[in-house]
């Protein structure tokens, strides 16, 4: 698969077994018996993870909303408002940041984990522009973790400042808050949604806030904040946040007892996790598959089948290496065809050619069992396209992206040159319909990757997906 002088990292391409626990087939009352994945009909069913496994924007929304056709609830689990998720239904657009993408469908309860951090006005606009659109979204269907951290004005605000305070320090960020929220979260200051109900504690937690953003306000010659206008911030928007609060790690242990099938939705990608990705031009959370655990309250045996979604190209925003990037006409062509442009900020996001490093990298930190390969269409008509299968690194071939920052930024991709295909794939929906270069193309990922595909999308579509292998019943 790769050059013999290749250090091979983590072996070759063997596919992680599927862990799989059986539900016993009566519900056992809270607190007995044991937790595992429902048996229905004699098949093994499993929850399932969905994760970005490149720099995010891969197309999880749409994955996640055909896949939640499946699922009884819907849970993030990680991130915030940062995310953006585009669902196109019979022509109708929706974008989601903050709600999960099951929220579309009737019927389906959809739950923010502990592991996001959420801003309440956000989530409040969210919620009022989809009932614009016929959507409506009620306690009945959305559930919010009590432990969530809260973004404040003031996160938002930081993060703003610290983006514009010069190149050198850019990461690229969204500028929601998000980074400087999850500091407090682990700065053990954060105020979380269930503080909004407990009045008692509520001013002496903003006061422990406060004594740290306002010596760093300070510091950086900025007008304090004072405890009445946080107060007044949050007492805004209690009464129309608070009645979504639950204890999500009770409520999803009881669901899954009673055999419901649990599909996570990760935000962002493996590359843009705090611990795996590409630090410091990484995102403040983990965002692969194992947090989905963490981030909902549930054990790690309630993850079941991984599902990663991988563009047939590479794309990203923001600042931070990126080895394939094609800054030229190239990946010019790719972001007008693709129609590359943030969903939350609107920027250009830089694109380039397919990198199996990273992916199957991504699908060694995440524990991917099967890929969704999205935006196939957008390939359409190229004479050729390349696919990185190495890095070159100071005269030496690596398999890898190394860990630290000047290397990341040093290694050169080693493209290997497919034929491409002049048909077009866009709006397939059966393997059958699809050029044998095209199939050439999806097969030879396979291989780079050590990971079947399990998904194969072919435009912005709900119904224009085609199934290989159902994640569900893998
Ligand atoms: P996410 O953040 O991973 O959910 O992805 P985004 O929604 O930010 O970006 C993916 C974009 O590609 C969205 O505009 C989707 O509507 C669109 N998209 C998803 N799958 C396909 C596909 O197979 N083909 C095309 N042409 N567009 C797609
Ligand atoms: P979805 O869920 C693409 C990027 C930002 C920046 C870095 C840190 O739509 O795939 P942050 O605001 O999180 O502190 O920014 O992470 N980023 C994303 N890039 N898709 C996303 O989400 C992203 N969320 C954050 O551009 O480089
Ligand atoms: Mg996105």
Redo the contacts with the bound molecule.
Sequence with gaps: MYPRAMRSVGGGGGLARRHFILYPRTAPRAGQGRAGAPRRKGILMANVVVV?SQ????G??KIVDWLSEQADIVVRFQ??H????TLVINGATYKL?LLPSGVVRPGKLSVIGNGVVLDPHALIEEIDRLSAQGIQVTPEDLRIAENATIILSLHREL?TIRESAGAKTR??????G??PAYEDKVGRRAIRLMDLSDHETLDLKIERLLSHHNALRRGLGIAEVSAKSVREELSNVAPRVLPYMDSVWSLLDRKRREGKRILFE????AL?DVDHGTYP?????NTVAAQAATGSGLGPGAIGYVLGICKAYT??????PFPTEQDNHIGRLIGERGREF????G?P?RCGWFDAVLVRQSTRTCGVDGLALTKLDILDGFVEINICIGYRLDGQEIDYLPAGEHAQARVEPIYETVAGWQEQTVGARSWAKLPAQAIKYVRRIEELTGCPVALLSTSPEREDTILMRNPFEA
């Design positions: 970005g720099w995010g924007d891969e999880k929304g991130g915030g940062n995310a953006g998720h940041s993060d990461i690229g960020t969204t500028r929601r998000i980074g990760g935000a962002q990608g843009l031009y990484v995102t403040s959370s794309t990203r925003v923001g600042e931070g943030g969903t939350v900020t920027r996001r």
